[in-house]
């Protein structure tokens, strides 16, 4: 049975599975001494709000992550948010463009090989220049701004490699988490499938009757959606790979 019980330990262990990338990661690229997921929460709330470097830098970071080896993603993403959040205090256009030609000076000379022309550079080009003209300079603060759930997806797809159907829904399960916004589920997959067939719901239309349940469940615990998607996909992936996290 699906309680608040069940959801809270499912998501317990989604926040544990992510430790070792902030002791190893996210902790040293912020320079905080806070080594696990829900001890950076508050912190890393604050910085993504009110910080428009750490707000790009994240959103890149969360973005990264197309086709590739974990390793990999992990080195690229590293490279980008340093790049970023070295950037001035002040937003300035012109430090901004100091920085993509450093990117792509290490890409041809093969200083840095892990950086993908398209995926990495065009996407960062591409939201650098959006937020270059307009008045606000906080990626997170425009994404938490804008009214609708169509309209935040429609926002989100102008940007290259990030559309809904690629890596948005990444971003948005981390900014949902860090903010308990209550959007629809995002990203249901086969593990968040096979938990509500084992608890009995029926989802013949696949991911169209999934959401409508994961809804229904929301609103009868009155516990976010994403919170009910991630107990549900957690609990699928601990069993499917022996309930070694457990």
């Known amino acids: ?60 970071d969360r973005t990264t992550y197309q086709s590739r080896s974990d390793k990999v993603n992990i080195k690229t993403a590293t490279y980008l948010f340093k790049k970023i959040i070295n950037l001035p205090e002040k937003f300035c256009g012109d430090a901004i463009d100091a920085m993509l030609m450093e ?52 926002f989100l797809d102008q940007f290259p490699f990030v559309s809904k ?16 916004l209550n959007i629809e589920p995002i990203t249901i997959d086969r593990h968040v499938i096979n938990s509500l067939i084992s608890h009995g719901i029926s989802i013949g239309n696949g991911r169209k009757d999934a959401a409508k349940a994961i809804m229904e469940i929301s609103n009868k615990l009155s516990i976010p959606a994403v919170n009910i998607e991630t107990a549900l996909y957690e609990d699928s992936w601990l069993k499917s790979n022996n309930d070694f996290f457990k």
């Open 1 to 60: 049975m699906i309680t608040a019980e069940y959801v809270k330990k499912y998501v317990n262990n989604w926040e544990g599975r992510h430790d070792s990338w902030v002791a190893q990661y996210l902790s040293k690229i912020l320079n905080t001494d806070k080594k696990t997921m829900s001890g950076i929460r508050t912190e890393l709330k604050e910085k993504v709000f009110d910080d428009w470097r750490v707000g790009l830098a994240f959103f890149i």
């Open 103 to 154: 990117i792509k000076s290490d890409k041809t000379s093969g200083r840095v090989t892990h950086i993908r022309e398209r995926a990495d550079i065009e996407r960062l080009e591409a939201v650098c220049k959006y937020l270059e003209s307009t008045s606000e300079k906080n990626f997170t603060k425009i994404v938490l701004s804008i009214p609708t759930e169509i309209e935040l997806w429609k």
């Open 165 to 180: 159907n690629k890596t948005a829904p990444f971003y948005m399960k981390f900014i949902s988490w860090l903010f308990e």
